[in-house]
């Protein structure tokens, strides 16, 4: 249990250091730090699937804003307004610590789930699907519903970003562009 | 997008990458086969191969990775998965009602085993794979008004 608490405390330092920092290229490693933290913790909690997800989408994420977005001069806006946003910032933390302390009262405590329906699929899981990887099991038969609708929102995705970013789009008016394929 | 990152990076690095990005993707492609036997699937395996062709596009720039995967093949590699998932759902309605486990379960722990869902996890990381690394490819290629002037 105390490993749980190390990583927690090393994956907040790690995200006020992200925010802090002025130099992006520090900022986008300290947000990696955060992303291994997040998938030791998963290992720690014996889930090995979240864990192999989490860490290959966050070195996707991690390469993506290094090589796309660093390069570019991208227009930030830091001034103004910052009592403000404080202000505003600071309540919300206030309410949603509020609300979250009352809410977990009720929860069931750490590591003893109420597992009414979760207790049908360990028992039967192998026999009904014949996969002897439970959580594969679940999110192609048991719950396969959910899988669909999470891969029509990955391809609406990639439709969204491809027919945004085409460069026929971001033409002025009398502007000629050549559409060369690259 | 500095101009000398289109054709790659140093000797060093296209060594290491000639070496390494196929065992990226033949892990990829084991992680995806075995999905339904130990940890990882169809979203784990498809994002591991879309990373060995980023891996290739860093190390070699922009044209030796398109050559491999055209734009055209990842469009229909993006569809052809969404269209195979969504296939083998439909396909359950010969049985009775969709994600019908329709094929027969064979014995755990084999590869050819579980009906369906190897069959789902090849089709989830066609588009996976494809989808992402398109995503990659299209923000990495994306220059904006006054980058051009320069």
Avoid at chain 1, 35 to 64: H, N, R
Avoid at chain 2, 19 to 24: D, H, Q, S
Avoid at chain 2, 118 to 128: F, Q
Avoid at chain 2, 134 to 147: D, N, R, T, Y
Wanted: hydrophobic content about 55%; charged content about 15%.
């Amino acid at each position: 249990m105390i490993e749980l608490y190390v990583l927690l405390v090393f994956m907040i330092i790690g995200a006020i250091i992200a925010i802090e920092m002025k130099d992006l290229l520090s900022a986008v490693i300290a947000v990696g730090a955060v992303g291994l933290g997040l998938s030791i913790v998963f290992l720690v909690l014996k889930a090995p699937d979240v864990a192999i997800t989490q860490l290959v989408v966050e070195m996707l994420c991690l390469i993506i804003l290094l090589r796309a977005t660093l390069k570019k001069d991208l227009p930030f806006s830091t001034t103004g307004r910052w009592l403000l946003n404080t202000l505003i910032t600071a309540g919300f933390i206030v309410v949603f610590l509020f609300v979250a302390i009352r809410a977990f009262k009720d929860l069931p405590e750490f590591g003893y789930p109420i597992m009414r329906v979760a207790n049908i699929y360990l028992k039967e899981g192998l026999v009904k699907t014949g996969a002897s990887n439970i959580v594969s099991s679940v999110i192609l038969d048991f719950r396969a519903y959910d899988t669909l609708g999470e891969t029509t929102v990955l391809f609406t995705a990639v439709i969204g970003v491809m027919a945004i970013v085409r460069r026929i789009g971001r033409k002025k008016k009398d502007e000629v562009v050549e559409e060369d394929d690259e | 997008m500095s101009k000398e990152h289109d054709k790659g990076m140093t000797l060093i690095v296209k060594v290491i990458t000639r070496l390494t990005v196929g065992l990226i993707l033949l892990y990829g492609i084991y992680i995806v086969l075995h999905g339904h036997i130990s940890h990882g699937g169809g979203f784990a395996g498809g994002v591991i191969i879309a990373l060995s062709f980023v891996n290739l596009m860093l190390a070699y720039g922009r044209d030796v990775a398109l050559k491999k995967l055209p734009k055209s093949a990842m469009s229909f590699f993006v569809s052809a998965g969404a269209l195979i998932f969504l296939g083998i759902a439909l396909l359950g309605f010969s049985g009775g009602y969709f994600f019908l486990n329709f094929i027969s379960k064979g014995e755990p722990f084999r590869l050819f085993s579980a009906g369906i869902i190897p069959l789902c996890n090849i089709a989830i990381s066609l588009k996976v794979g494809a989808g992402l690394f398109a995503i990659f490819v299209v923000l990495v290629l994306l220059k904006f008004e006054w980058e051009k002037k320069e």
